[in-house]
């Protein structure tokens, strides 16, 4: 009898884990509850540059939405916008100086 009850507890336990992930992966594929859909042909719009901690309640963040940043300060319960619509940084790659 007692064979009866592990085999009886493990059929439990598959049943919940499969719903379980079917129900994340039912969230994450139509984007539901925050998490991004699975769909690759849509272009993010929204990205976190670079974090920067400033102690150990706070931190600067740089966030990119299309193409424009934005500089907030996040912790104590509240989130500050520093600076708006500050553009990308263009990064360019320095040409190699001769020796004189």
Do not use: K
């Not at 439990?12 to 690759?40: C, E, I, K, N, S």
């Not at 670079?50 to 912790?75: N, Q």
């Amino acid at each position: 009898m007692e064979s009866v009850s592990y085999l009886r507890f493990l059929l439990a336990l598959t049943t919940v884990l499969a719903l379980m992930f079917g129900l994340l992966w039912a969230l994450r594929r139509w984007g539901l509850g925050g998490l991004a859909p699975l769909g690759r042909s849509r272009q993010r719009r929204l990205a976190v540059i670079e974090t920067l901690p400033i102690d150990a309640r706070h931190r600067l963040v740089l966030v990119r939405r299309d193409d424009c940043e934005h500089l907030l300060l996040l912790g104590g319960g509240t989130a500050t916008l520093i600076e708006r619509n500050c553009p990308p940084a263009r990064f360019t790659v320095p040409s190699p100086e001769t020796p004189p």
